[in-house]
């Protein structure tokens, strides 16, 4: 059953086109998110679809209610943002539209409610159209990803992740096709070269033969008849590589080679100590930390409700207060929202560079991978949006000469392509990283550790958010966990066995992580 229909829609920003789009169709049923890049148009989109913005041209024909959810919502001195926005989904919801379009429904939500937003969606009989950065969510939700790039709708059908798998086989086949073509176009440069060399040489006469020999036996004309079709089929050659059809090349980026301060003494070495450290907000006690220790190069994330003291963590370690213990060789790069540390005379490249020892090489590489491409590095700081000031700021803190970096809700500003970025250099990144975040992709991609806050208490969980959340699966299921075991004995032997008899460093990984996975299920028993 048809819900929407959205045909030959055009709409302009100043002289930009921003939205360009031949046709659109919402069904019933229809479980749809909407990605691309910040700026690309997503929100008007929405606007547009519920009636609520006019466009240049096109035609939308509702056949069904329709209710949108609105990014920016009103503030609330007396409620947090996440309160505002449950309630404004709660709003929508009971108002059962046929069509619910939802503008980034997980802004101020903490991971417990945007699970209970995802049970919400999930149990709903209406059809939605959502836009998002966060990835678990749609990939949890969603049955179809629109992408809108240069201001066209590409449909993927299925998940999130299945919609990354189709748009992984495009990016292989973007890069054989342009593989095939430099191919082609160096064999047909190579057959020019050698055409016009044999074409050069037949002016020659053959040696031992006299001018008027030559003339007598017609082989200068010989060899210019030669000279004529030979360069005859080298213009033909060239004609053929000038009506080579070039694919687009795509972008790779080189592995980060960063030379960090201190890397060589940190190796393995215990960074940092919490010992009998507790946060509070006036009288109220946020929580009590164990005594735990960080090692170089752990990736530590920071999880817990909204309001749990997250970001209160992070600023006792960076300001080093009563009971936390950090080594001298350590030098702390801090992000946080609310710090200004762009110079917004200066431009991109010059403020990466005031604090950075890293080679130019390396600075643009970090810059391209966060979508500052070429001449956008000179753009001042002063004119870039909310999404780019954060990738900025990122890169010159990423690059600086630090070896922790501490990150409060990196992901909040950025597009999902620019998360994907951050999590590479993350990933890549040899120093030490401490970071609170909501996105449970970053965390279950990056994290090796994790600091959970939850009832005024901070358990340390060493092990994947994979296996935490394993593990507190386990406890709602715990006659299950004497099979898991069993399962994870096994799994260990068979693994043991394989690499006895040829090692790798990929069953020696596995090897590691059924042990950490064993180990976490031992001491829920415990």
Known sequence: MLLLEALQIKHY???????????????????IGLVG???????????????????????????????????????????????????????????????????????????????????????????????????????????????????????????????????????????LAYEKYECKKKQ??????????????????????????????????????????????AKAIEKRIDHLEKPEKVKEYPALKMSLPNEEVLQDRIVLRLQQVSGTIGQRLLWDSPDFHIRAGDKLAVIGPNGSGKTSLLKKIVHQDSGVTISPAVKIGYFSQHLTILDVKKSILENVRSTSKQEEALIRTVLARLHFYKDDVYKPAGVLSGGERVKAALAKLFL???????????????????????????????????????????????????????????????GTYEQYKQRKQLKKNPDKNADKLLVLDMK???????????????????????????????????
């Open 400 to 462: 600086s000469d630090i070896n922790m970096f501490i990150l409060d809700e990196p992901t909040s500003f950025l597009d999902i392509d620019a998360t994907y970025a951050l999590e590479a250099l993350l990933k890549e990144y040899s120093g030490t990283v401490i970071f609170a975040s909501h996105d449970r992709r970053l965390i279950d991609n990056v994290a090796t550790k994790m600091a959970v806050i939850r009832n005024q208490k901070i358990e340390l969980f060493e």
């Open 13 to 31: 920003v100043k002289d930009r086109l921003l939205l360009d789009i031949d046709q659109l169709y919402i069904h019933k049923n229809d479980r």
């Open 188 to 233: 047909l440069e190579e057959a020019l070269r050698l055409k016009e060399k044999k074409a050069e040489k037949a002016t020659k006469a053959p040696k031992g033969l006299s001018s008027s020999e030559a003339s007598i036996t017609g082989a200068r004309p010989y060899f210019a008849k030669k000279q004529k079709k030979l360069q005859k089929t």
């Open 37 to 175: 890049r910040n700026g690309s148009g997503k929100t008007t989109l929405l606007s547009i679809l519920a009636g609520g913005l006019p466009r240049e041209s096109g035609t939308i024909i509702h056949h069904a209610q329709c209710e949108l959810l609105p990014q920016l919502k009103t503030t609330d001195a007396a409620r947090s943002g996440g309160e505002i926005t449950q309630s404004y989904i709660q709003q929508a919801l009971m108002k059962a539209p046929d069509i619910f379009l939802a503008d980034e429904p997980t802004t101020h939500l903490d991971t417990e409610h945007i699970e209970w937003l995802e049970k919400k969606l999930l149990q709903w009989k209406g059809s939605f159209v959502i836009v998002s950065h966060d990835r678990t969510f749609l990939n949890t939700v969603c049955t179809k990803i629109w992408e809108l790039n240069d201001g066209e709708i590409k449909e993927y059908k299925g998940s999130y992740r299945e919609y990354e798998v189709q748009k992984e086989a495009e990016f292989r086949q973007k890069k």
């Open 492 to 526: 260990i032997s068979e693994v043991l066995s394989r690499l006895s008899i040829e090692p790798s460093e990929q069953l020696e990984k596995e090897f590691q992580l059924l042990l950490q996975e064993k180990q976490a299920l031992n001491r829920f028993d415990h």
